[in-house]
């Protein structure tokens, strides 16, 4: 048998889960303080779902689940005789928490106050190629509005967000904002027709991996008027019209002017310590997204650790009606990753010590641990064979200090 993780996943050492659950924690207790409600949905869903949700290149990285028993032969079956792959599989593995929220919205709205304000911080699955920043098993922090169109939404998602970045003691970063109706207007104005543009903006996507020349190219291959195609490659050659330049240029201004609100209050928030740019380049994978979207970035990391946005479409493919949607997602391993990496140290981390015994004395030992615990935290250990190097075991995993029961009050350090 094989001890190696799958690929795309990993264990997590001792010292690894202190910090990962610190994060968590911290996250969660900022979240539920500013008055939004912890739920858990299941990793599985069911496959008719994720086909629909418009998740853009996600949908090709769901992990399915094939049919048990019956059902699976007669789906082989179907197959031999030319039927279609897909009935092999009828559930699979959620790719992000937004679609799952969205049905639990849908079955339990009833039981939610109006807006719902939801947490979810959980697993996700995605056929990734493994890569540092991606994996197949990861987790993300989502907060999400449901219920509201009102920009106000955005701006709680973002400051909230912020917040616990800096409760982590993390400064450098910024975020981008733009609006979907205000790109796909800019891009009808370049001469691409309104039914393309959702292929347009997968392309568009890819503009920080593949630059301006690559994203003309694309375009190109995909069959999009030259015209069109110059237009957007002589945009994006200079630096980017900002939100006034873009004014200039567009006949409806509701959502500028909505977008400008969300700014502006987002930066009276921030109070300079974090900032907030709108940038006509992001896009945002996901087809579900409607209106607003942001990413965080940091100088610290290549790509995005958070992002979100608006999604007023999706519940409604579950209750046949329009529900004003927006949330915002820590991508929770990039986080980890960067502190990790930079040795960040917890504030609030107890010091660890190791209370030795002799197998008789294992109770009293115990209750002499509880007492301990007050200043520390305790591990009980049996008298090793071999003292000096299991006092180097605990050293390598960051034990402060040990004493041996029977033999000194003392706590010892270890170095």
Same mark, same amino acid.
């Given at each position: 048998?094989?001890?190696?993780?799958?690929?795309? *996943?990993?264990?997590?050492?001792?010292?690894?889960?202190?910090?990962?659950?610190?994060? =968590?924690?911290?996250?969660?207790?900022?979240?539920?303080?500013?008055?939004?409600?912890?739920?858990?949905?299941?990793?599985?869903?069911?496959?008719?779902?994720?086909?629909?949700?418009?998740?853009?290149?996600?949908?090709?990285? &769901?992990?399915?689940?094939?049919?048990?028993?019956?059902?699976?032969?007669?789906?082989?079956?179907?197959?031999?005789?030319?039927?279609?792959?897909?009935?092999?599989?009828?559930?699979?593995?959620?790719?992000?928490?937004?679609?799952?929220? *969205?049905?639990?919205?849908?079955?339990?709205?009833?039981?939610?106050?109006?807006?719902?304000? !939801? %947490? =979810?911080?959980?697993?996700?699955?995605?056929?990734?190629?493994?890569?540092?920043?991606?994996?197949?098993?990861?987790? =993300?922090?989502?907060?999400?509005?449901?219920?509201?169109?009102?920009? !106000? !939404?955005?701006?709680?998602?973002?400051?909230?967000?912020?917040?616990?970045?800096?409760?982590?003691?993390?400064?450098?970063?910024?975020?981008?904002?733009?609006?979907?109706?205000?790109?796909?207007?800019?891009?009808?104005?370049?001469?691409?027709?309104?039914?393309?543009?959702?292929?347009? !903006?997968?392309?568009?996507?890819?503009?920080?991996?593949?630059? /301006?020349?690559?994203?003309?190219?694309?375009?190109?291959?995909?069959?999009?008027?030259?015209?069109?195609?110059?237009?957007?490659?002589?945009?994006?050659?200079?630096?980017?019209?900002?939100?006034?330049?873009?004014?200039?240029?567009? /006949?409806?201004?509701?959502?500028?002017?909505?977008?400008?609100? &969300?700014?502006?209050?987002?930066?009276?928030?921030?109070?300079?310590?974090?900032?907030?740019?709108?940038?006509?380049?992001?896009?945002?994978?996901?087809?579900?997204?409607? @209106?607003?979207?942001?990413? %965080?970035?940091?100088?610290?990391?290549?790509?995005?650790?958070? @992002?979100? #946005?608006?999604?007023?479409?999706?519940?409604?493919?579950?209750? @046949?009606?329009?529900?004003?949607?927006?949330?915002?997602?820590?991508?929770?391993?990039?986080?980890?990753?960067?502190?990790?990496?930079?040795?960040?140290?917890?504030?609030?981390?107890?010091? =660890?010590?190791?209370?030795?015994?002799?197998?008789?004395?294992?109770?009293?030992?115990?209750?002499? /641990?509880?007492?301990?615990? @007050?200043?520390?935290?305790?591990?009980?250990?049996?008298?090793?064979?071999?003292?000096?190097?299991?006092?180097?075991?605990?050293?390598?995993?960051?034990?402060?200090?040990?004493?041996?029961? #029977?033999?000194?009050?003392?706590?010892?350090?270890?170095?």
């Amino acid at each position: 048998m094989k001890t190696n993780t799958v690929k795309g *996943t990993n264990d997590w050492l001792p010292a690894e889960m202190k910090l990962r659950d610190y994060i =968590q924690n911290t996250i969660l207790e900022t979240y539920l303080k500013n008055g939004f409600n912890h739920i858990s949905t299941p990793v599985i869903e069911d496959a008719e779902n994720l086909d629909k949700s418009e998740g853009g290149e996600n949908l090709n990285l &769901i992990f399915k689940v094939l049919k048990r028993g019956d059902k699976l032969e007669e789906a082989v079956k179907d197959i031999r005789e030319g039927g279609d792959e897909k009935e092999l599989s009828d559930m699979g593995l959620r790719y992000d928490l937004t679609l799952p929220l *969205t049905r639990f919205f849908a079955n339990n709205r009833d039981k939610l106050v109006m807006p719902a304000k !939801c %947490i =979810q911080i959980d697993r996700v699955y995605r056929a990734e190629r493994p890569q540092k920043g991606r994996m197949r098993e990861f987790i =993300q922090c989502d907060i999400d509005i449901l219920g509201s169109k009102s920009p !106000c !939404c955005e701006t709680e998602l973002i400051s909230v967000t912020a917040e616990a970045l800096l409760n982590l003691g993390f400064r450098d970063f910024r975020i981008r904002i733009n609006d979907r109706r205000i790109l796909r207007a800019v891009l009808e104005g370049l001469g691409f027709a309104a039914d393309t543009l959702d292929s347009v !903006c997968i392309s568009f996507d890819k503009l920080d991996k593949i630059g /301006a020349e690559g994203v003309a190219a694309e375009l190109t291959e995909k069959g999009f008027p030259e015209k069109a195609v110059e237009g957007l490659k002589n945009l994006l050659a200079g630096e980017l019209p900002g939100l006034s330049k873009v004014r200039e240029v567009l /006949a409806d201004t509701e959502d500028i002017d909505r977008l400008e609100s &969300i700014i502006a209050s987002a930066k009276e928030l921030a109070d300079g310590r974090y900032d907030i740019v709108f940038d006509l380049s992001l896009v945002r994978g996901q087809g579900y997204y409607t @209106g607003t979207v942001f990413e %965080i970035e940091s100088p610290k990391f290549r790509g995005a650790i958070g @992002g979100g #946005g608006r999604y007023d479409n999706l519940i409604g493919k579950f209750i @046949g009606e329009s529900v004003p949607a927006v949330g915002f997602s820590i991508g929770f391993e990039r986080l980890f990753s960067i502190l990790y990496e930079t040795g960040y140290t917890i504030p609030t981390a107890r010091k =660890q010590v190791a209370l030795i015994f002799k197998e008789q004395d294992f109770a009293a030992a115990a209750k002499k /641990a509880r007492e301990l615990r @007050g200043e520390y935290d305790v591990s009980l250990f049996e008298f090793p064979k071999k003292l000096g190097k299991f006092l180097d075991r605990l050293t390598e995993r960051g034990y402060y200090g040990f004493t041996v029961y #029977g033999e000194s009050e003392e706590i010892k350090l270890l170095s």
